[in-house]
Structure formats: C-alpha cells, structure tokens
C-alpha cells in the first residue's frame, strides 16, 4: 500500500514539474494544464479556480477568506477614472511630425530646425459636451489635441476643429459648459446642443455669435476625424534665438480633403454606428492608409496686429487665410494605433502649458485661463500629481528634476540628493541659456475687469462666415438653427436668437423665423459696435469648396445579391481600389452572396446592418432574379431612398430601377448613374470625387 501511494507522488511530481519552469533570472513561471501562463492574483499568487467562489457547501454562503475574489471585485469596482469635465468622448492614434524647412528665424524651438526631422506625436480627437459613452456624430466641436515629444519636452497643441471660440474669457467656460451640459434637474439631454439652457445662455452671450454660425454648419458634422481641419484658435508666440518674437496661429490641413455629412444623416449613422468614427480611424490606420494634415502658420508682427480688422487677442475672431496668407511647416501622419485605449487615449494629459523653448503665449484670456486649468484638471482625473510618469505623458527627452514621492510614484531618484543648491556636486542645475525663457513683453495698467473695447464686435465675423459658405452650406445653418431652436420650449429665447441672426444676415433670420414659425419678426439685437457688411467672403471657409475632388480615402457601400454580375463587381471594386478607396460589400446574409460565374463573395455587412448612411457613394447592383426580395425589404429600400435623400451618388444596374420606384425616387438625376461596363463603372468612380449632388437638395428637403 505505502510503495503503491509513493508512485502516485511521483507521478504527480513529474507533472509538477512540466508546469514550472525557472527563468534565466530565477524567476518562477508556471503552466497551466493546457500550457497557457497561469493566472495569477495581481500579488502574484497562481490561482486555481477563476469561476467559482470559496463557499461552505455545495449551496451554502461564501466566505470573506476568498482572498482571489475579493482582490478581483476590488479592482473591478475601480476600474474608471472621472470622465473629462469636457472632450470626455475622444479617440486618439500616435504617429509623427515631420518638420518641412528650418524655422530658426522665427522660432528657437529645436523641432523646428532641421528639415526632415521627426518628432513622435500623440494625437487625441473627440467631441465636447457628450460623456464617454455618447455617440460619434452629435453637432458639436471637435477637439484636436496633438502632443509632440520633443528633445525639449512635450508641446501640447491643444486645439479644435473649428478656429474660433463661444467666449472670449475663460471666466465664463464653466457657465457655457454647464448650459450645454445635461439640464441638472433633468440630467438629459445628452450629447446634445439642441435644448433651452444652451440657447438661453447663447442668446444672452453675442460674443458667441460667430462660433454658432461653425457650430451650425456642417463643421460641426465631420464626415471623419481624417476629413477635418484643425486650429489652435488662439495668437501664440515664435521666439527666436535673439529673444525675437512673432505672433503665429496654428492650422492644420487635412490632406484627404474636408469633408461631413447632413444632418439627417448623423441623426441615422449614431444609431446604426454610435462609433463610427473611431472605427473610421481604426479602419484607416489598421489598412495602413495612414491619415495625414499638413501643419501651416500664419505669421505676423506687430504692425499687422496694430492694422487688422480686429483685436488678435480676441478668441471669437479670425485672421481670413485671404488676407494673411498660410504657410506650410510640416506634416503628421497618424500611423498607429495605442496598444491600451485606457493606457494612452484615456490617460493622455494635454496642457496647453506644455510648450517648448521658442513657442510662447499671447495675452489671449483663453488661453491665459486654459494655462490654469489644464494641470488642475488632470489631478483631478487622474488622481496624483504624478502623471508624468504614465508612459504616454513621460517626456521622450531626458528630463531631470526634483520632484519625489506622492501617490503612485514610479520613478523613484536614487542618492542622496534631493535639493539645489547643494555640496554634493551632484544633480541637476538650471540654465540661463538653454532653459525655457518666457517672452519678456512690457506690460502695465492699473487692475481691473473689463472686457476691451477691441472685442465688441461680435457680428461681423459671424456674417463674413455665413457670407462665405456656398448655397447648400448656407441652407444647413438655416436648417441647423431651426432645428435646434425648435427644440427649445421657451419661445423668448427663440425670439431672442433671431433677433442676433438679423444682424448676421437678414435671409437668414428670415428662414429660421419662417421655418419656426415665428408670427413677428423682432428687432434685430442691440449690437455693441454695428456690424460691418464690407468684409470680403472667404473661400478658405467653406467645406464644399475645399472637397477632396477625389474618392480617395472613401466607402463604396455596393449591394450585392445571387446572381450579381461578376465583371461589373469586380470593375468597380478595381476602380474604387485605383482611386485608394474602399468597397464594402453588403448582402442579405453577411456570408455573401454567389455571383453570375459561380464565384463567392463575402459580403461585411447584412441590409439590416449596412445602411447607406455608412457610405460616402452607394452602387446598387443585385442580381435580376434578386430584385423582387429586395423589393420586399424596407431596409434595402431605406439604402436608396436614404442614398438618394443625402444627395449621395447611386450607381445602379437597370433590373435595379424598380427600387428607385419604391424608394418613392420618381426623378433620377444626374447623380444616380446606370453601371453596365466596366468602363461606365470607372467612369462612376471618378463622378465620385464630388461627393454630393447638392443640386438634388432643393427636392428632397424643404428649407
Ligand atoms: Fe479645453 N479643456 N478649455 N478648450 N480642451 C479641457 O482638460 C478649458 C478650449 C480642448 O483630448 C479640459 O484634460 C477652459 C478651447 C481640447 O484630452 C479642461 C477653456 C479649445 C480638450 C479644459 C477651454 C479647447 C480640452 C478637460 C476656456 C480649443 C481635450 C479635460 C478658457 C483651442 C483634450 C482636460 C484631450 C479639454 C479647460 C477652452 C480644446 C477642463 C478653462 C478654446 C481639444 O482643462
């Protein structure tokens, strides 16, 4: 009996020791039956069982000395971090700057220097008033956040995709975003602009009357983060190596074009894809068509700050790209996406504080505000003043100091010394010469609050902008604002809203009047400085002139069934993929479909779950015995009529003609073009360059 029980040991120990295994270090890793690494508690204990929990009896209570258990719902109940106050809801990727030409005339910041030098960059796209989990496609501002880590500390552009702001002291930021935040005794709406305390505090605010003319335009609809511009709205400072200062303010362009979407559209796209576009970025960086914006200034002294239109300091004006010309700089490319969204998108700290030797402030009070703010807030979000030691905040240049201990220390300095000056001979020292040297600009005048004169002009740009927009632009702002106003409850606020539009444009306030049906039109608003009508309109301004011209970097959403032609599927597909678009397949099963020579094709989607909305063009060409099903399925007719209704371009097969017909289309136009050929598929492909048919808008939609 004793010898049979020693051999069983033995055994037992041989499979023991299969599962153990010593590192070159000494360092103990253990198998699991299957040869998979063993779990482990965060302690390091191997665990034995992760699905059940230590109980007496079969059926009987638990115990608190279930010390896996209770480590793992700990660490569950921790899991988040407060959400951003603003800009919860983002999507980031990192990539790199590359620096065109030397700029050492203007500014000493060393990335700036060398042509073709790359600095690796972190960059952080998201809406303003949503939470986390809010969907992709609210009307809202864009933040475009770009971390450089430069060989003297990181620089934090921290920027939007529209160029001007709804405030002009940052004293007032809580008030704008408490108005557009859920109402507090209700807590909803959510994501949303389109309610009575926002337009309240609008309607009392003329200074944000030229960001609502952006925020009403289809800026504030991005077809994709890859599609947008960026700004980083306020005057900053180039300082160069002689202590030489020049205002600058920061563009960047986009090199796939602008682009967005109607609003019909984005209402459709947050409920097929409430996040559809981070998969857009996903996509895009995941298939190596890296997104890419070019990154261009605008320079000027003094003089010109003295003889523009308008105060540079003012954060609700621009400087028109027509009258001061942008310049080039460099490039970034976005080329790879975090490894951990918690690690790096969740836990980036932007600052606009964070600039480098040669970057410096204007007196903006923005951006005086935002340097407070930036540094307190993460504190709050991410709990210890020690977040420059998360890998996505850490400098990527060597960086010395003093600063030690606190919650959650990683970095922890070796030696004794720990302060400057000291007798060790040892650490780190300051520099006169290399270290950062704030502008010292000559600044005196009594202590106040006061708001200057150069600021009240608040109509003015609001018109130029609204004056710079092609007609279907102009009609989406007219739309916007009615359907926005027309989801406030209180009808003084409305008046009050149309009485600011009067001093915009008068068409303008009088559709949205019209369209909210208003029975008196008010006076215009009391205007601190009368507006001026002589400034010329801005090309630069209007997303339609700025298009791509091009497909590339586009969906193809192309309807397939049994029986759908081979050759004119597989020449679309080919002239899709030679304009560097992409062709998305959708079926009635998402297993695909048999086409006319016997070939399969997988399809990505199913009709139910690939509506027209998620494509930039659509192509319908299902096989002729198929068409009397589809005819049947009020998703493939929502595909066309929706297609249709957004002024999108529809390729179609003839046997497809009858779901124009129950898709209530009973004008076909110059946007929805009948494939036959391989050639007429090409053909197609390079129509779709413009995008839209903007003329079909007056018939499908009333303004
Ligand atoms: Fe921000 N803003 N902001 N903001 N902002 C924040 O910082 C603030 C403003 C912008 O992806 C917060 O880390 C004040 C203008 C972006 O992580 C907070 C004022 C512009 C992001 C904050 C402004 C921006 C933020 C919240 C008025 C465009 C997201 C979380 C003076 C130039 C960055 C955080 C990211 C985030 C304060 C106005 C852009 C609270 C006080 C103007 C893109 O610090």
Redesign the pocket.
Known sequence: MARKISKQANQLATVHDQQLHRGKGGELHQFAEDGHEVLTTAQGGPVDDDQNTLRVGVRGPALIEDFHFREKLFHFDHERIPE?????R?Y?AHGYFETYESLAHYTKADFLQRPGEKTPAFV???T?AGSKGSFDLARD?????VKLYTQEGNWDL???N?PV?F?Q??????DI?HAVKPEPDRGFPQAQSAHDNFWDFISLTPESMHMIMWVMSDRAIPRSFRFMEG????TFRFINAKDASTFVKFHWKPKLGLQSVVWNEAVKINGADPDFHRRDLWQAIQSGNFPEWELCVQLFDQDFADSFDFDVLD?TKIIPEEVLPLQPIGRLVLDRMPDNFFAE?EQ?????QNVPPGIGFSND???Q??N???????LK?LGSANFTHLPINAPKCPFHHFQQDGHMAMRNPTGRVNYQPNSWGEGPRESPSTGYRHFPSEEQGPKIRLRPESFADHYSQARQFFMSQTLPEQRHIAMALTFELSKVETSVIRERMVSHLLNIDETLAGKVAAGLGLADMPKAADAAVPPRQDLDPSPALSIVENGPKRFEGRKLGILVTDGSDATLVQALAAAVEREKGVVEYVAPKVGGVTLSDGTTLPAQQMIDGGPSVLYDAVAVLPGADAVADLLKESAARDFVADAYAHCKFIGYVSAAAPMFEKAGVDELDEGTIELATAQSAEAFVVELGRLRIWAREPTVKSA
């Not at 951003?84 to 919860?88: I, L, Q």
């Not at 980036?348 to 606009?352: K, R």
């Open positions: 951003r106050v603003v800009h919860a983002g980031g952080r796209f998201s303003v501002v864009r933040g475009f956040a921290v920027g939007n529209i702001f405030i002291d940052a004293i007032k930021f809580p975003i700004f980083g709205v306020h954060p998108t980036v700290a932007f600052m606009t009070p923005l951006l505000g935002r407070f703010s930036y540094l307190d807030t993460q979000r």
